[in-house]
């Protein structure tokens, strides 16, 4: 109950305000039950507790006080100590739920921020697993005895135009922008291939998706992008500030593919790559133009919710569209499957005329010691080392 | 490569102090180690606030999806009220 009933907190400006908003009551009959009681029908409500913001907390916990120095919740390790920065040791949860798991006795977590320094580490074999490597790792660990690569999902990168600020206010310079695309020469730059390992869509579901709807690419048009440019009074082209991760995976070659795709059309991007940490604290949120990487929601209501209804707290393109405010509101209001698809096909299908975003799909990519057996992650983004084994 | 070797030498020297536990522990134990590379993601810093972070359950989730077979978990993800994954190209670069 403490769980849910602290979404609620405006101290807090919880993440999930708006997806627990709906709540009109929640009562625990006995020790293993939660019974809630929503205001209005929310057929994927279930699918909010996915997230990997919504873990479960006691209300023991005093979070004000000792935010995350001492964490606890319900999962399979729990934290034994904590260096800010530099590692933390968690050790089995003997009273885990699921008998049998996890597996190992310790999980040790060191924070390497330099990727080279990570695959260092698991080369000289002091670690067993290194999330988020590149293309040119994965095919470098390849080559080598004794690693392999996991692939266990897409995630997206979201190249966000924003709605609220020049040059892309105006839609036409949106989609002259989407006119210089290349699709095939992205996913080439990403080290894969369109329609196998890399997707490419402008919406916010991804491919994968069941509601995903398919909508021919527009084609790359540059006498098109530059007639758009100038009906929206740019007749000499225009430069834009385009701000992105540097150094997380697929960022900078996205970054400079895109800028070599938009030149011709006379959309100059000023690019500014900077440390995952430095482009979220500092520059995420408020830029002209952003490549940030977006994990996939299981139910994609939630990232709508999240970032493209006009009062969502990730909402990165500043997108403020009455209609699509409204469709997302239906989707997650709609009981009947059928009716539900048909407010995801008419939202695709604006965003794919006057949205305020591309979206490519990358591979995640995890290399392992060949130590490893049994990696699990799933579509919800976090990974299931209770299953995991050290040969 | 310089650079990352001194980073290397640092944080593992950095972390030898919290796993200190001797080689004969280390044998005995199965032991995970993972170098997690996103800054500030799991630490302290710009996620307060949102019950995130290293939060014991950071590991425990409703939906499992098998990377081997791309099928989805529990029976009620099947059911038709909510939103179905396909498996297939996801599982691209699997060993």
Not at chain 1, 307 to 321: F, L, T, V
């Amino acid at each position: 109950m403490y769980t849910l009933e602290r979404t609620q907190d405006p101290d807090i400006g919880h993440l999930k305000a708006q997806d627990f908003e709906n709540l009109e009551k929640i009562a625990t009959p006995d020790d293993h039950t939660v019974v809630i009681t929503l205001k209005e029908a929310a057929p994927t409500f279930n699918f909010i507790f996915t997230d990997y913001n919504m873990a479960i907390l006691s209300s023991d916990y005093d979070y004000a006080s000792k935010g995350e120095s001492a964490p606890m919740g319900t999962g399979p390790f729990k934290l034994e100590k904590l260096v800010p920065k530099e590692s933390a040791l968690l050790v089995k949860n003997s009273d885990y739920w699921a008998e049998g798991l996890p597996k190992a006795d310790e999980l040790r977590i060191y924070f390497v921020p330099d990727i080279d320094s990570s695959v260092s580490l698991l080369e000289a074999g002091e670690v067993d697993i290194v999330p988020q490597i590149s293309p040119i790792i994965k095919k470098r660990l390849e080559s080598m005895d004794g690693f392999k690569v996991v692939s266990p999902y897409q995630e997206s990168r979201f190249i966000a135009l924003a709605d609220d600020r020049e040059p892309f206010s105006d839609n036409r310079v949106r989609l002259a922008f989407k006119y210089s695309m290349d699709p095939e020469i992205l996913a080439k730059a990403c080290q894969g291939t369109l329609g196998e390992t890399i997707f490419y869509n402008e919406t916010p579901i991804v491919n994968a998706l069941a509601q995903y709807k398919k909508i021919p690419f527009r084609g790359r048009d540059i006498d098109k992008a530059k007639e758009l440019l100038a009906e929206a009074g740019y007749p000499d082209g225009l430069s834009v500030d385009f701000f992105y991760a540097s150094d997380h995976p697929y960022g900078s070659d996205i970054a400079q593919t895109l800028k070599e795709l938009a030149a011709p059309a006379g959309i100059e991007l000023n690019l500014k790559g900077f440390p995952r940490d430095i482009y979220l604290s500092q520059h995420w949120m408020d830029g002209p133009m952003l490549l940030t990487g977006w994990g996939v929601r299981v139910d994609p209501s939630m990232l709508l919710m999240l970032a493209y209804h006009s009062e969502g707290p990730w909402n990165e393109s500043h997108i403020d569209n009455p209609r699509i405010d409204e469709l997302i509101e239906k989707i997650r209001g709609e009981v009947d499957p059928e009716v539900r698809q048909t407010y995801y096909d008419e939202l695709q299908q604006i965003f794919h005329e006057e949205g305020t975003v591309i979206n490519l799909q990358v591979p995640y990519l995890v290399g392992v010691s060949d130590a490893v057996t049994d990696y699990r992650q799933p579509l919800t983004m976090l990974p299931q080392l209770e299953y995991t084994t050290i040969k | 490569m310089k650079r990352s070797i001194m980073l290397c030498t640092v944080f593992l020297l950095a972390a030898a102090t919290v796993f200190a536990g001797g080689e004969q522990e280390t044998e005995e134990k199965m032991i995970i180690r993972v170098a997690e590379q996103v800054p500030n993601l799991i630490t302290p810093g710009v996620w307060d606030g949102q019950a995130f972070s290293l939060n014991g359950s950071i590991y425990d989730y409703l939906i499992e999806m098998d990377a081997n077979t791309g099928e989805s978990g529990p029976p009620w993800l099947q059911n038709g009220t909510a939103p179905m994954v396909r498996s297939g190209p996801s599982n691209f670069g699997k060993e």
